[in-house]
């Protein structure tokens, strides 16, 4: 059964620091990965999707990796911003088709102090 | 402009009542989910579709049914509301090489 491990829970950075959250999966068998950002009281908000053939994806100034063979992906936020306090939530998919269901870890609160 | 919405936002209810959530997507995706989000146990499915008339369970399926009539409805059913279900529910849908979309949630309070 895959299972999405997320450290740190939460992590409070100055504006302008560029940080990187970590996302680890038990299944290397993976279909896809997505990033999502949930603001409080939110929805969720893709921000990255990994096919299993890719190594990483950007946008902006968010760049996620994908390491299959070690399990993990990585999001990377350069310059970060107060509006990036957020939590962020790493999800795996591990077949296409009727079976793709996500399975989530349990997210990074991330705070960016002014 | 959303391409999946949710209704109601927000919902109390008795308990032993039966409530109905709703999703509604305009993407023409094939593939519709239901997920709760609770503290400590993060979002965990529900059921889900791959198709009209075509369901299937999730993890925590328990209490509840689902129905698509139409492939862009997918509709929630507590069956006989408890507290245990108060919750956040996303309703979310995709298409094949798609990633996935969420709508903006329902929170459901069980009195």
């Known amino acids: 059964k895959q299972e999405v491990t997320q450290i740190p829970a939460a992590l409070s950075v100055p504006e302008g620091e560029n940080l990187v959250l970590n996302c680890s999966f038990t299944?290397?068998?993976?279909?896809?990965l997505q990033w999502f950002r949930q603001d409080p009281g939110k929805g969720l908000t893709s921000l990255l999707l990994i096919q299993s053939s890719q190594r990483e994806q950007t946008s902006g100034r968010l760049n996620a990796s994908l390491d299959k063979s070690s399990g993990r992906s990585t999001l990377y936020i350069a310059a970060s911003q107060p509006g990036d306090s957020a939590t962020y939530l790493c999800?795996?998919?591990?077949?296409?088709?009727?079976?793709?269901?996500?399975?989530f870890g349990k997210g990074t609160k991330l705070s960016v102090k002014p | 402009d959303a391409g999946i919405t949710q209704s109601p936002r927000h919902k109390v209810t008795e308990t032993g009542t039966p409530v109905t959530l709703r999703c509604h997507q305009t993407?023409?995706?094939?593939?519709m989910y239901w997920y709760r989000q609770d503290p400590g146990h993060g979002l965990r499915l529900i059921h889900y579709s791959y198709g009209v008339k075509d369901t299937d369970k999730g993890e925590v399926s328990d209490g509840y049914s689902v129905s698509r009539s139409k492939t862009e409805d997918f509709l929630l059913t507590l069956e006989s509301a408890t507290s245990s279900q108060t919750s956040v529910y996303f309703c979310?849908?995709?298409?094949?090489?798609?990633?996935?979309?969420f709508g903006s949630g329902t929170r459901l309070t069980v009195v």
């Open positions: 993407e023409n995706h094939r593939y």
């Open positions: 979310a849908s995709r298409g094949e090489w798609d990633g996935y979309t």
């Open positions: 299944d290397s068998a993976i279909y896809n």
């Open positions: 999800a795996a998919v591990n077949y296409g088709g009727s079976q793709g269901n996500l399975i």
